[in-house]
Structures are given as C-alpha cells and as structure tokens.
Nanobody
Framework: QVQLVESGGGLVQAGASLELSCVAS????????MGWFRQAPGKEREFVAA????????YYANSVKGRNTVAGDKAKNTVYLQMNNLKPEDTAVYYC???????????????????WGQGTQVTVSA
C-alpha cells in the first residue's frame, strides 16, 4: 500500500523560503510521477510542480516557475519542493501526489493521481 507523508510546512514571512519533503513508501517509485499540489481555503486544488522520477523531467505551474524547484531522490523515495521568495498568495495546504502511469498531458490534473499525502500547511504573512 502506497503511502505519502509530507513535511516542512510552516508560517513564514513574505520573501522567505521553505523546503517541503514527501517520503513515499509501500512501492517501487522509480517510474512514478510525483506531483505537488496546493489548495487554499475556498479554492480548488491546483497544480504546483511535478517530476518524473525515471527521467528527471520537471514541470511547473506558471505561478511558481522561477521561484520553486522540484527534485527527487530515488534512493530515499523522497521528493522535495524548494520554495523561494514566498508570497502571501502561496498560502495553502500543500499535497504530495503520486502515480505510476501518467502521460505528460495529465501531469497537471489532480484527478489523474492515485495516491495522496495528508498535506502540510504553508502560511505566508505579508
């Protein structure tokens, strides 16, 4: 049974940085696509970034491109999301997601991911 556990959220001021981690267990993840999504109160869950662990290819939402970096450590079954120059509009619960059979056109669609973590809160004050 695949399990994903996020950590690293917190309360920071605008302009600060945070690194989120997602540890995966219960499977073999070398061919998985690992995604990061976020959901703010009253809003739909939205794509942030993703990485295909087999190739290392990364994908970003336009809203975070240039500020966020997603990376994976296959040996540790861990994916990271480095977030720099955080803004108040980045405030949300951040979720890690995983799937083994995603095609490129589906990477930004949360409905295509089979496995989800419990989320970690990121709050950015002005």
């Amino acid at each position: 049974q695949v399990q994903l556990v996020e950590s690293g959220g917190g309360l920071v001021q605008a302009g600060a940085s945070l690194e989120l981690s997602c540890v995966a267990s219960g499977g073999t993840f070398r061919s998985f696509t690992m995604g990061w999504f976020r959901q703010a109160p009253g809003k739909e869950r939205e794509f942030v970034a993703a990485i295909k662990l087999s190739s290392g290819h990364t994908y970003y939402a336009n809203s975070v491109k240039g500020r966020n970096t997603v990376a994976g450590d296959k040996a540790k079954n861990t994916v990271y999301l480095q977030m720099n120059n955080l803004k108040p509009e980045d405030t949300a619960v951040y979720y890690c997601a995983a799937d083994s059979h995603l095609i490129q056109s589906s990477i930004r669609d949360p409905d295509q991911y089979d496995y989800w973590g419990q989320g970690t809160q990121v709050t950015v004050s002005a």
